[in-house]
């Protein structure tokens, strides 16, 4: 039983750190909180659905549009709100995607009801896979595997490519970066968008075993925000092991101590975290 509780933390602790990783991003590059992250969240998850059922294309198959529709998303949201916000105080732009994250819950609610909706006749509804003696859920498997992919093309994306190497210019010294030639306008466009591909990734895979109602991304923009906070801001790597450390606490809290305390566990952690090491455990 315990190796079960381990093998689901872990499971869950990868997709976390998919969610993490996208605010982790915006955090670490443009030192802007985006409090509407879960909000896009929920907005792949309700195309993930629509898509489902008005076109009979499974969540795995329409992947690729709800990452695009939400990397549009983000673009869009940097050249609409938090471009007009970037330069002003620090509780300006968070206030900015406080706003926007209240305006997309309820225009979700608005038109789409509060009302649970789930995905019942998927590719991998109801599948399991057994291996010695644990036996895990097929949507859960494939949606961690789908988030390790994920993050580690983001990961390549940041390390490797002429963009990614401009990302990380831009967050160490924009104005250096600025007098280097680097568009940064471009690359805060882009970054936003990135984040926006994590979640709506994310949302995609999530589709398949979470119910999706205004709220469904609520508590994971919360469980980043705890996430990004343990692995340092803006490190990729620190979001992996953040969010599978959380997933184990999770998954173990909620064994040892009963599934209310599970989330007292979790913040726990990141109240000692933020006391003993604010940089966070792999930040620097």
Same mark, same amino acid.
């Given at each position: &039983?315990?190796?079960?509780?381990?093998?689901?933390? +872990?499971? &869950?602790?990868?997709?976390?750190?998919?969610?993490?990783?996208?605010?982790?991003?915006?955090?670490?590059? @443009?030192?802007?909180?985006?409090?509407?992250?879960?909000?896009? #969240?929920?907005?792949? @998850?309700?195309?993930?659905?629509?898509?489902?059922?008005?076109?009979?294309?499974?969540?795995?198959?329409?992947?690729?549009?709800?990452?695009?529709?939400?990397?549009?998303? /983000?673009?869009?949201?940097?050249?609409?709100?938090?471009?007009?916000?970037?330069?002003?105080?620090?509780?300006? %732009?968070?206030?900015?995607?406080?706003?926007?994250?209240?305006?997309?819950?309820?225009?979700?609610?608005?038109?789409?009801?509060?009302?649970?909706? $789930?995905?019942?006749?998927?590719?991998?509804?109801?599948?399991?896979?057994?291996?010695?003696? +644990?036996? #895990?859920?097929?949507p859960q498997v494939v949606a961690?595997?789908?988030?390790?992919? &994920?993050? #580690?093309?983001?990961?390549?994306?940041?390390?490797?490519?002429? @963009?990614?190497r401009a990302i990380q210019a831009?967050?160490?010294?924009? =104005?250096t970066a600025k007098l280097m030639?680097?568009?940064?306008?471009?690359?805060? /466009?882009?970054? $936003?968008?990135?984040?926006?591909?994590?979640?709506?990734?994310?949302?995609?895979? &999530?589709?398949?075993?979470?119910?999706?109602?205004?709220?469904?991304?609520? *508590?994971?923009?919360? #469980?980043?925000?705890? +996430?990004?906070?343990?692995?340092? $801001?803006?490190?990729?790597?620190? =979001?992996?092991?953040? !969010?599978?450390?959380?997933?184990?606490?999770? %998954?173990?809290?909620?064994?040892?101590?009963?599934?209310? $305390?599970?989330?007292? +566990?979790?913040?726990?952690?990141?109240?000692?975290?933020?006391?003993?090491?604010?940089? !966070? *455990?792999? /930040?620097?």
């Amino acid at each position: &039983m315990l190796a079960q509780v381990i093998a689901s933390g +872990i499971l &869950m602790g990868f997709i976390y750190a998919l969610v993490a990783i996208g605010l982790t991003l915006t955090w670490g590059v @443009m030192d802007i909180i985006n409090f509407a992250h879960g909000e896009f #969240l929920m907005l792949s @998850m309700y195309s993930a659905f629509w898509m489902y059922t008005l076109f009979r294309t499974d969540p795995l198959l329409s992947l690729p549009l709800e990452a695009l529709l939400i990397f549009v998303l /983000g673009y869009v949201t940097y050249k609409i709100v938090i471009k007009r916000v970037a330069d002003a105080p620090g509780l300006t %732009a968070l206030l900015a995607t406080f706003g926007l994250s209240l305006v997309l819950r309820n225009l979700a609610q608005f038109l789409w009801t509060p009302n649970y909706r $789930f995905l019942n006749q998927t590719l991998v509804t109801d599948k399991k896979l057994a291996f010695a003696g +644990i036996v #895990l859920g097929l949507p859960q498997v494939v949606a961690s595997v789908g988030s390790v992919i &994920m993050t #580690l093309a983001v990961f390549y994306f940041v390390q490797r490519t002429r @963009m990614g190497r401009a990302i990380q210019a831009t967050a160490l010294d924009k =104005a250096t970066a600025k007098l280097m030639g680097i568009n940064t306008e471009l690359v805060y /466009g882009v970054t $936003f968008g990135l984040s926006g591909a994590c979640v709506g990734v994310a949302g995609a895979l &999530m589709s398949t075993f979470y119910p999706i109602h205004p709220e469904s991304g609520a *508590l994971y923009s919360l #469980l980043a925000f705890v +996430i990004v906070a343990l692995g340092g $801001f803006g490190n990729i790597k620190g =979001a992996l092991q953040g !969010g599978i450390i959380i997933g184990l606490a999770e %998954a173990l809290g909620g064994y040892f101590l009963g599934t209310q $305390f599970k989330y007292a +566990i979790v913040f726990l952690i990141y109240l000692l975290v933020i006391q003993l090491r604010p940089q !966070g *455990l792999f /930040g620097w």
